[in-house]
Every structure is written in structure tokens, then in C-alpha cells.
């Protein structure tokens, strides 16, 4: 017979202690168990929700008679698809009868689960166990270097599935059969199963009604229901869904020693109350290769070249030559940088190739070569020249007092190439005018400021255009719901009034009640998001709003 090769130990799995944990150690019964969840439950939680929630029953000669719900296997479902009903062995047929079977099941893609690799899913929900059993007994008030020990559970994270079944209901009467169907339809949406285990959401489609004569008066109803479940096996080859994980109580690491432990007896406090044990050496821990530091170019060490292995302690103290604190004044033969940033002032920058930044001089400021300047100059003083060569570009002269004319009759014309700029006001034949105003609304109404293009231009867009479009809307709505006696519901939204208009109210609207006109002393409008919503005072009105009623609605809607 062939046998196997050993698989190389670089090859196998490392086997770790830690995770090998008894789920039923003596002392400490684990009663966390693997959660699994199959197809079977959540069949199993459709029978006992109807058999035992919704509990359908009939009415059989004053005699309430329950309905029993079976799942069909397919010998059933086959009976029943040629027959249209189900015989019992009598050959008699079952009535009142609900049976079901599961038609279809697909994953549910709202709610994907990547585990990446179903024999190792990597997708788990952590809980902590509250109470240990293993801490039963343990004071860890008073015990040392020992923390409580604390259970952690992995679950893994099941697969979430869409679940279809058929379900077929036959009766004598059409009466027990819609009292059927209403208990069914008002657990719409509920979640079905067992208390105490899993349930299960559910929706429940539209109904089908037929009825037949086969020797007996047959009453038939179907219905498809929906249920959002998830599925959850307790083992999937080697994997478990709940896997059980322990911290420890104490660390300890060993090491060897070259000291032996110290032993002796408590002494008695200084206090007086009790005794206490005195310090104690334990051991020391030496190194087989020293440490050294030995001490260098402008550096001194107080045990320079002196060997450190652990076994005593030792002091080492280095220094410079001289305090080099950021409040000290430091003194070098030579500093060499490839450039310096001036403190205080991290902006200024002194290079090889200049000072990028802002410098303040206090004295006088000589240079034997030319003076470049590539930015303004301002001087506060007087300035002394011998010569001036002035490339003309742009001038700007500051007066401190005075006034300047230009020209002296009517007739004469001042040409000005390039920009203007006015501070104070401006006068235009007797018409004062200190401002060019680009307000767009126009609010302020000054009598001393020139708008703008853009100004006026905007005012009327905005204004004159949007009131005229405000003023020609007029459009008619018709109601959407009646939701109660009082309120009517318009699938619309009130036109906004532009500025300077009284806003929008009932009576910028006409309604009518089945052709008749409605007082509008009566009515008041209330917008709720995308809905215009009617109100009507019905003791002023004289009448209350019944769901059959058509109110049109005419004035200023939105659109």
C-alpha cells in the first residue's frame, strides 16, 4: 500500500496551546454553544408563527374549528398542482387547508459578507462573557500581579439570503376565508419565529382569489411571501461558528539569575499595624558584552572608557565647553552655514548670495559700490542728491496741503492717459457725487451716487423681471389625497414672492369644492416639502371634506 510523504516542518502548521480550549473543562462549564442557523429553522419559523401567532380558525356550525398548515413535500405539491386540492387517505378532501413550500432562495446583495475563504472566514462579531466561572473564588483585591481573567467569544458573520414561499388557503365559505387572509395580512412586515430563538423578517405579497366546484364548493386564496433570513451552519468542514478565547491571569518570564533569591521573615511595621516585608533584593541581570562611552572632540564624560554590564549601577555625566542655552551668549573662532535665519524674525533669511527679508538699520549705512533697490523706496527724511536720471514709468505725489486747478474757462479740455483715482467727493455742474455705487439692489437710495452697468442691469433682472414673471403665474391644481374631514393635499409648491411684494397667502389662490366656489375666509394654506396642503374650517364652511371630494386649486403655483 502507498504511503504518504512527511510534509517538511517548514511546512507545517504551528501548533498553538493557546487556541486549544476546552469548552467543557471540569470547574468551568463553557454554556455558550455554536450558533448555527439552517434553511429548516427558518421553514420551521413559518410553522410556528402561523400554528401559534396568528392561530388562523373558522367558524364550523357555532364551532370554532383550527385551520392546520402543513408544508408540502413533493409528493403533496405534486397532488395538489394536478388537482388544485389536497385528499387525505380517506380520499376525502381537506377543507379548511393551508399549505405552503419554499419556491426559491437567492443571497440577499444589499448586505454582502466577504469571508474571503469559507474554511477560515475572517469576518467575526467580538463579545466579552460579563461572568467567569474560573473568577469565582478569586479576591483580586488583595491578590498581586494577578488581573481577573475574561472570556471572549468570535461569531462568525452568516450569510444573508432572500427566502421565497407559496402558500395556498382553501375554505367552504368566502366568509372564514377572508377573516384567514386578514390575519395573515396584518402580520405584513412582522418578524416571524420562535421566542427565545431566531426570527425572521417578512413581507407578504399581493393575494389571488379563485373559487371552484369539485363536488363541494372550494374556496382558493394564494399569496407569496418573502423572507429575509440568513444562514449560519454550525460547522462548514473544520470551522466553528463561536470560538472561545482566554486572557491570562498572570505573566512570567524567566530568566537566569546570578544572585540568589533573598529569603527572610516579615518585620514589624514602624506604623504599627502588622508587618510588612522589608526590600528585597530578587536578582540582578548581567550582559555578557559591556556598554562603554568614551567621551570625544568637544565632549567630556565623567567615567569615560568605563564598562557597563548591569551588575551595579553607574553614573555617566557628559558636557561642552561652554553653555550653549538659547538665553546664553555663545562664543566661536568661526561659524560657517550655508545661510543663517535671524531670531525673533524667521522671515529674514541671510544668504551667500543676500538677505531675502525685512532688515531695520539704527545709525548710518555706508557702501563703497551701487545700491540696487528692486522694490520701493521710502524716505522719511531729506534727500540729497547730486544728479537725478529718472526713467519715467509712474508718479505718485502726496500734498500735505494745497489745491491744484486746471484751467480757467469753460472752453478748455484736460486729456488724462491711464486711471483716475478720486478721494472725496466729485462735482458735476452744481451735482455733487462722491461714489460709484455697484450695489445691485439698490437699497441704500442715495441722491450723491452714480450706479454702475452691472448694478442697474442686475436690479432689473432680478426685480422688475422676476415680479413680472411672479405676477403672470397662474396655474390650477387638482387635489392629490383627502387625508382627513379638514385637509387637502396638492402635489405642488407655492410661487415665492420677490422683494417688495406681499408674500404668497390663500388669497393669491381660488379653490373649488366639486364645481362650487369655497369662502376664503375659510381656508389657509400650509406648505409641508413638495405638498401644498389645504385647509378647511369646517364650522365656518359648513361642511367637512369626504375622500371622494375633487377640490381644483387656481393661482400662484410654482409651475
Given at each position: 500500500?502507498?504511503?504518504?510523504?512527511?510534509?517538511?516542518?517548514?511546512?507545517?502548521?504551528?501548533?498553538?496551546?493557546?487556541?486549544?480550549?476546552?469548552?467543557?473543562?471540569?470547574?468551568?462549564?463553557?454554556?455558550?454553544?455554536?450558533?448555527?442557523?439552517?434553511?429548516?429553522?427558518?421553514?420551521?419559523?413559518?410553522?410556528?408563527?402561523?400554528?401559534?401567532?396568528?392561530?388562523?380558525?373558522?367558524?364550523?356550525?357555532?364551532?370554532?374549528?383550527?385551520?392546520?398548515?402543513?408544508?408540502?413535500?413533493?409528493?403533496?405539491?405534486?397532488?395538489?398542482?394536478?388537482?388544485?386540492?389536497?385528499?387525505?387517505?380517506?380520499?376525502?378532501?381537506?377543507?379548511?387547508?393551508?399549505?405552503?413550500?419554499?419556491?426559491?432562495?437567492?443571497?440577499?446583495?444589499?448586505?454582502?459578507?466577504?469571508?474571503?475563504?469559507?474554511?477560515?472566514?475572517?469576518?467575526?462579531?467580538?463579545?466579552?462573557?460579563?461572568?467567569?466561572?474560573?473568577?469565582?473564588?478569586?479576591?483580586?483585591?488583595?491578590?498581586?500581579?494577578?488581573?481577573?481573567?475574561?472570556?471572549?467569544?468570535?461569531?462568525?458573520?452568516?450569510?444573508?439570503?432572500?427566502?421565497?414561499?407559496?402558500?395556498?388557503?382553501?375554505?367552504?365559505?368566502?366568509?372564514?376565508?377572508?377573516?384567514?387572509?386578514?390575519?395573515?395580512?396584518?402580520?405584513?412586515?412582522?418578524?416571524?419565529?420562535?421566542?427565545?430563538?431566531?426570527?425572521?423578517?417578512?413581507?407578504?405579497?399581493?393575494?389571488?382569489?379563485?373559487?371552484?366546484?369539485?363536488?363541494?364548493?372550494?374556496?382558493?386564496?394564494?399569496?407569496?411571501?418573502?423572507?429575509?433570513?440568513?444562514?449560519?451552519?454550525?460547522?462548514?468542514?473544520?470551522?466553528?461558528?463561536?470560538?472561545?478565547?482566554?486572557?491570562?491571569?498572570?505573566?512570567?518570564?524567566?530568566?537566569?539569575?546570578?544572585?540568589?533569591?533573598?529569603?527572610?521573615?516579615?518585620?514589624?511595621?514602624?506604623?504599627?499595624?502588622?508587618?510588612?516585608?522589608?526590600?528585597?533584593?530578587?536578582?540582578?541581570?548581567?550582559?555578557?558584552?559591556?556598554?562603554?562611552?568614551?567621551?570625544?572632540?568637544?565632549?567630556?564624560?565623567?567615567?569615560?572608557?568605563?564598562?557597563?554590564?548591569?551588575?551595579?549601577?553607574?553614573?555617566?555625566?557628559?558636557?561642552?565647553?561652554?553653555?550653549?542655552?538659547?538665553?546664553?551668549?555663545?562664543?566661536?573662532?568661526?561659524?560657517?552655514?550655508?545661510?543663517?535665519?535671524?531670531?525673533?524674525?524667521?522671515?529674514?533669511?541671510?544668504?551667500?548670495?543676500?538677505?531675502?527679508?525685512?532688515?531695520?538699520?539704527?545709525?548710518?549705512?555706508?557702501?563703497?559700490?551701487?545700491?540696487?533697490?528692486?522694490?520701493?523706496?521710502?524716505?522719511?527724511?531729506?534727500?540729497?542728491?547730486?544728479?537725478?536720471?529718472?526713467?519715467?514709468?509712474?508718479?505718485?505725489?502726496?500734498?500735505?496741503?494745497?489745491?491744484?486747478?486746471?484751467?480757467?474757462?469753460?472752453?478748455?479740455?484736460?486729456?488724462?492717459?491711464?486711471?483716475?483715482?478720486?478721494?472725496?467727493?466729485?462735482?458735476?455742474?452744481?451735482?455733487?457725487?462722491?461714489?460709484?455705487?455697484?450695489?445691485?439692489?439698490?437699497?441704500?437710495?442715495?441722491?450723491?451716487?452714480?450706479?454702475?452697468?452691472?448694478?442697474?442691469?442686475?436690479?432689473?433682472?432680478?426685480?422688475?423681471?422676476?415680479?413680472?414673471?411672479?405676477?403672470?403665474?397662474?396655474?390650477?391644481?387638482?387635489?392629490?389625497?383627502?387625508?382627513?374631514?379638514?385637509?387637502?393635499?396638492?402635489?405642488?409648491?407655492?410661487?415665492?414672492a420677490p422683494t417688495g411684494i406681499t408674500s404668497t397667502t390663500e388669497n393669491d389662490f381660488v379653490f373649488f369644492i366639486n364645481g362650487q366656489y369655497m369662502e376664503h375666509n375659510a381656508l389657509a394654506i400650509q406648505q409641508k416639502g413638495s405638498s401644498l396642503e389645504l385647509h378647511v374650517a369646517t364650522g365656518s364652511i359648513g361642511?367637512?371634506?369626504?375622500?371622494d371630494d375633487e377640490i381644483l386649486g387656481i393661482g400662484k403655483f410654482d409651475s
Amino acid at each position: 500500500m502507498a504511503r504518504n510523504k512527511p510534509i517538511p516542518r517548514s511546512q507545517r502548521n504551528i501548533f498553538n496551546r493557546g487556541t486549544k480550549i476546552s469548552r467543557n473543562s471540569p470547574g468551568a462549564k463553557d454554556d455558550v454553544k455554536n450558533i448555527s442557523v439552517g434553511i429548516m429553522d427558518m421553514d420551521s419559523a413559518i410553522m410556528y408563527y402561523f400554528n401559534e401567532v396568528i392561530k388562523p380558525n373558522v367558524e364550523i356550525n357555532d364551532e370554532k374549528v383550527k385551520v392546520p398548515c402543513i408544508y408540502a413535500s413533493p409528493e403533496r405539491w405534486t397532488q395538489i398542482t394536478k388537482q388544485g386540492f389536497l385528499r387525505d387517505k380517506k380520499r376525502q378532501i381537506i377543507v379548511p387547508l393551508i399549505v405552503y413550500k419554499r419556491t426559491g432562495m437567492t443571497r440577499n446583495t444589499d448586505m454582502p459578507i466577504d469571508k474571503l475563504d469559507s474554511n477560515e472566514p475572517k469576518l467575526f462579531y467580538s463579545f466579552q462573557k460579563k461572568y467567569s466561572q474560573q473568577n469565582r473564588f478569586d479576591k483580586f483585591s488583595v491578590l498581586q500581579n494577578i488581573e481577573p481573567n475574561r472570556e471572549y467569544y468570535n461569531v462568525a458573520m452568516p450569510d444573508y439570503m432572500n427566502l421565497t414561499y407559496e402558500f395556498t388557503i382553501w375554505t367552504s365559505y368566502i366568509e372564514q376565508m377572508n377573516r384567514i387572509v386578514e390575519k395573515v395580512n396584518y402580520s405584513d412586515g412582522a418578524y416571524w419565529g420562535e421566542p427565545g430563538k431566531m426570527k425572521f423578517r417578512t413581507q407578504i405579497e399581493s393575494f389571488s382569489d379563485a373559487s371552484q366546484v369539485e363536488g363541494e364548493r372550494l374556496i382558493k386564496t394564494t399569496f407569496s411571501v418573502n423572507l429575509y433570513g440568513y444562514i449560519l451552519p454550525e460547522r462548514f468542514n473544520n470551522v466553528s461558528t463561536t470560538q472561545k478565547f482566554l486572557t491570562p491571569k498572570k505573566l512570567i518570564i524567566r530568566e537566569e539569575t546570578d544572585k540568589i533569591l533573598s529569603t527572610g521573615l516579615p518585620t514589624p511595621s514602624s506604623k504599627g499595624s502588622g508587618a510588612e516585608f522589608g526590600a528585597k533584593d530578587i536578582f540582578g541581570i548581567s550582559v555578557g558584552n559591556s556598554f562603554i562611552l568614551t567621551q570625544g572632540t568637544g565632549v567630556t564624560i565623567s567615567n569615560t572608557g568605563v564598562s557597563f554590564d548591569g551588575s551595579s549601577a553607574l553614573t555617566q555625566t557628559m558636557s561642552i565647553g561652554q553653555d550653549v542655552a538659547t538665553t546664553a551668549n555663545v562664543q566661536f573662532n568661526q561659524v560657517t552655514a550655508s545661510n543663517a535665519i535671524q531670531i525673533g524674525d524667521s522671515s529674514t533669511l541671510y544668504t551667500s548670495t543676500g538677505i531675502s527679508g525685512s532688515i531695520d538699520v539704527t545709525g548710518s549705512f555706508a557702501t563703497t559700490g551701487d545700491l540696487t533697490v528692486q522694490g520701493d523706496t521710502t524716505i522719511t527724511g531729506t534727500l540729497t542728491a547730486n544728479e537725478f536720471h529718472t526713467t519715467f514709468t509712474s508718479a505718485s505725489i502726496i500734498l500735505a496741503s494745497g489745491s491744484t486747478r486746471f484751467g480757467d474757462t469753460l472752453d478748455d479740455t484736460h486729456e488724462f492717459t491711464g486711471s483716475v483715482d478720486v478721494t472725496g467727493s466729485f462735482s458735476l455742474n452744481g451735482y455733487e457725487i462722491n461714489e460709484i455705487s455697484n450695489d445691485t439692489s439698490l437699497t441704500d437710495g442715495s441722491a450723491t451716487s452714480v450706479p454702475t452697468e452691472n448694478a442697474v442691469k442686475t436690479y432689473i433682472t432680478d426685480n422688475v423681471s422676476n415680479t413680472a414673471t411672479y405676477l403672470r403665474k397662474n396655474f390650477f391644481k387638482s387635489s392629490a389625497s383627502i387625508t382627513n374631514a379638514t385637509t387637502a393635499s396638492f402635489t405642488a409648491v407655492t410661487a415665492s414672492a420677490p422683494t417688495g411684494i406681499t408674500s404668497t397667502t390663500e388669497n393669491d389662490f381660488v379653490f373649488f369644492i366639486n364645481g362650487q366656489y369655497m369662502e376664503h375666509n375659510a381656508l389657509a394654506i400650509q406648505q409641508k416639502g413638495s405638498s401644498l396642503e389645504l385647509h378647511v374650517a369646517t364650522g365656518s364652511i359648513g361642511y367637512i371634506l369626504e375622500s371622494d371630494d375633487e377640490i381644483l386649486g387656481i393661482g400662484k403655483f410654482d409651475s
